[in-house]
């Protein structure tokens, strides 16, 4: 689920920027770096880490942080320092990078052998799915609720995936 918040929350914040600096090509591609720099970054240590952590304490708490991370962006958008934004936006994705190894040792635990393939592959296929509609999402709630709603409504879905 936290898949589907990251398209939507990243995808409102893109569009945030891009109105808030006039399309300005410099920030509107650093927001694109700094949620995609840590999947090179971070992937293998978050999958070493998945490994050594308890993968259910590890997704609750990358949720967690990541429900505080939306919130302070919200903090941030009020405080007028909207370059704290690629900082957040950087620090959830790093978070995602430990959550989703845990996902899969825990598909590793709980699911039988013979349908895990399916399992991990109906998983994958979700996360394909919500790259395509988060942005959607994304916009649509940006453009009739603004960033303050969006994130608002992202953190507390966070919460409620505890």
């Known amino acids: 689920m936290s898949a589907a918040w990251h398209w939507v929350r990243n995808f409102a914040i893109l569009l945030y920027v891009t109105e808030l600096t006039k399309n300005d090509p410099l920030y509107v591609s650093l927001t694109a770096v700094v949620d995609y720099a840590p999947i090179f970054l971070f992937s293998t240590i978050g999958g070493i880490f998945a490994d050594r952590w308890l993968p259910k304490r590890t997704m609750v708490w990358c949720n967690l942080l990541s429900a ?19 900082f957040t936006t950087f620090i959830f994705a790093v978070l995602s990078q430990f959550s989703q190894p845990s996902v899969m040792k825990l598909f590793k635990q709980h699911v039988p052998e013979k349908q895990l393939q399916g399992v991990m592959a109906m998983s994958q296929s979700l996360m394909a799915v919500f790259m395509v509609v988060g942005p959607v999402i994304g916009t649509f709630a940006y453009q009739r609720f603004g960033i303050e709603i969006s994130l608002c409504v992202m953190g507390a879905m966070l919460l409620a995936s505890r």
């Open 68 to 86: 505080v991370s939306a919130f302070v962006v919200l903090l941030v958008v009020h405080s007028g320092s909207w370059y704290a934004l690629l």
